[in-house]
């Protein structure tokens, strides 16, 4: 399952720690390090994997994912991979071409979510980390570094 957030509101992005009522907000700010790094089935934490799907990973970036994004960071952070894609054009450019197809922007993003999860679910150590519990989350950026898209998928 993959879902989006505007970098710039936070709000469409939900809790970070999923909770139930009965949870104090001590444990939400700062939940044990048992919860954000559960031992997985082959061996380890989940932040064990994550760093070693990162190793794995950064020495392949820069790396070309299309004509027009490019993977140029990841960065393990316990339970989760964060990786930052450069997309070739700016804001205003995006807006443009949207415009003059007629496609709202709701639309693109709706795509974007889609292409981010088939690209983690297709690549064998994303799809790794994700079923063994992991989120790997794709900060999108234009040409000019301005915030686009944050995607995370936590389900292959």
Same mark, same amino acid.
Request: charged share 25%; proline share 4%.
């Given at each position: 399952?993959?879902? +989006?957030? $505007?970098?710039?509101?936070? +709000?469409?992005?939900?809790?970070?720690?999923?909770? !139930?009522?009965?949870?104090?907000?001590?444990?939400?700010?700062?939940?044990? @390090?048992?919860?954000?790094?559960?031992? $997985?089935?082959?061996?380890?934490? $989940?932040?064990?994997? +994550?760093?070693?799907?990162? +190793?794995? $990973?950064?020495?392949? /970036?820069?790396?070309?994912? !299309?004509?027009?994004?490019?993977?140029?960071?990841?960065?393990?952070?316990?339970? !989760?991979?964060?990786?930052? =894609?450069?997309?070739?054009?700016?804001?205003?450019?995006?807006?443009?071409? /949207?415009? &003059?197809?007629?496609?709202?922007?709701?639309?693109?993003? %709706?795509?974007?979510?889609?292409?981010?999860?088939? /690209? =983690?679910? !297709?690549?064998?150590?994303?799809?790794? @980390?994700?079923? #063994?519990?992991?989120?790997?989350?794709?900060?999108? =950026? @234009? #040409? &000019?570094?301005?915030?686009?898209? %944050?995607?995370? =998928?936590? %389900?292959?």
């Amino acid at each position: 399952r993959a879902h +989006a957030c $505007i970098e710039s509101d936070y +709000a469409d992005c939900g809790p970070l720690v999923e909770h !139930s009522e009965s949870t104090n907000q001590d444990r939400l700010e700062n939940p044990p @390090f048992s919860e954000l790094c559960p031992n $997985i089935k082959s061996g380890g934490t $989940i932040c064990d994997l +994550a760093k070693e799907v990162a +190793a794995i $990973i950064a020495p392949e /970036l820069p790396k070309q994912l !299309s004509n027009n994004m490019r993977a140029v960071s990841i960065i393990a952070l316990q339970n !989760s991979l964060n990786i930052k =894609v450069r997309l070739a054009y700016t804001e205003e450019h995006l807006n443009g071409r /949207l415009s &003059d197809l007629g496609v709202s922007r709701d639309v693109i993003d %709706k795509r974007m979510v889609s292409q981010t999860n088939n /690209l =983690v679910c !297709s690549d064998v150590d994303l799809e790794k @980390f994700v079923l #063994s519990g992991g989120v790997a989350g794709y900060r999108y =950026v @234009f #040409s &000019d570094g301005n915030a686009y898209l %944050k995607i995370e =998928v936590s %389900k292959c």
